[in-house]
């Protein structure tokens, strides 16, 4: 029962390069989310999607694109890193409905220098 | 103004005392949720409460809608229970969540 995984835990990356972090969960979520943490504030939702196929922006969506061609999978793509995005990057799922709660991956550790 | 407020930022406990962590916050929910987070560790679930309260183990949760606050206490605490909680509120049409800052919790043996 793996429930959220995150791939990769850590990634160095070079300014202007690009990546994408995956995030696959197993429960038949339909719900999924990227947040990023930074020191000295709450995690911060960059983009979300409600179902397969479909994804919004969340409150610091700039610099990242989203995908989720298949339910089980939310993708986070950076197509050209900048120091700023140096953070840590949460996956989180969950189904619709107030009894519901989240699961969360346990992140990805990204450096971009 | 940050819409969820946690206080202490920084909590230092000795094994044994019991501990509350607060969190107001000013916007409407449908939820909320206590989180644990270990140094270097992923995000876990401890709570998601929308009245009264629950327990889990040593740890309770409280909520009072009417004054949009919660408390999460915990009960003859040890070092293993040293981690980052974080209160998150739920709300808005999709039930986004919106993250406190986070109280940093250090139990001394």
């Known amino acids: 029962n793996a429930g959220v995984t995150q791939t990769p835990k850590f990634r160095v990356l070079k300014t202007g390069q690009s990546m994408t972090l995956l995030c696959a969960q197993d429960m038949n979520h339909e719900y999924m989310y990227w947040y990023r943490q930074d020191p000295g504030m709450g995690l911060r939702l960059i983009h979300y999607?409600?179902?397969?196929?479909?994804?919004a922006k969340g409150e610091v969506p700039d610099g990242y694109n989203v995908s989720r061609l298949k339910k089980q999978n939310f993708l986070l793509g950076l197509e050209s890193a900048a120091p700023s995005q140096t953070s840590v990057y949460f996956c989180a799922s969950r189904d619709p409905g107030l009894n519901y709660g989240y699961t969360f991956g346990s992140g990805t550790r990204l450096t971009v220098v | 103004k940050n819409e969820v407020e946690q206080s202490p930022q920084n909590l230092t406990a000795q094994e044994g005392e019991f501990i509350t962590i607060n969190c107001s916050y000013s916007v409407g929910i449908s939820a909320l949720h206590w989180l644990q987070q270990h140094p270097g560790g992923g995000i876990v679930s401890l709570f998601m409460?929308?009245?009264g309260k629950k327990k889990h183990g040593r740890l309770i949760a409280t909520i009072n809608i009417q004054e949009k606050h919660s408390s999460l206490h915990i009960t003859a605490s040890h070092p293993r229970d040293s981690a980052v909680y974080i209160c998150?509120?739920?709300?808005?049409?999709?039930?986004?969540?919106?993250f406190g800052k986070g109280t940093k919790l250090s139990v001394k043996p």
């Open positions: 999607s409600v179902g397969e196929g479909t994804t």
């Open positions: 998150a509120v739920q709300g808005g049409s999709q039930g986004n969540l919106i």
């Open positions: 409460l929308s009245s």
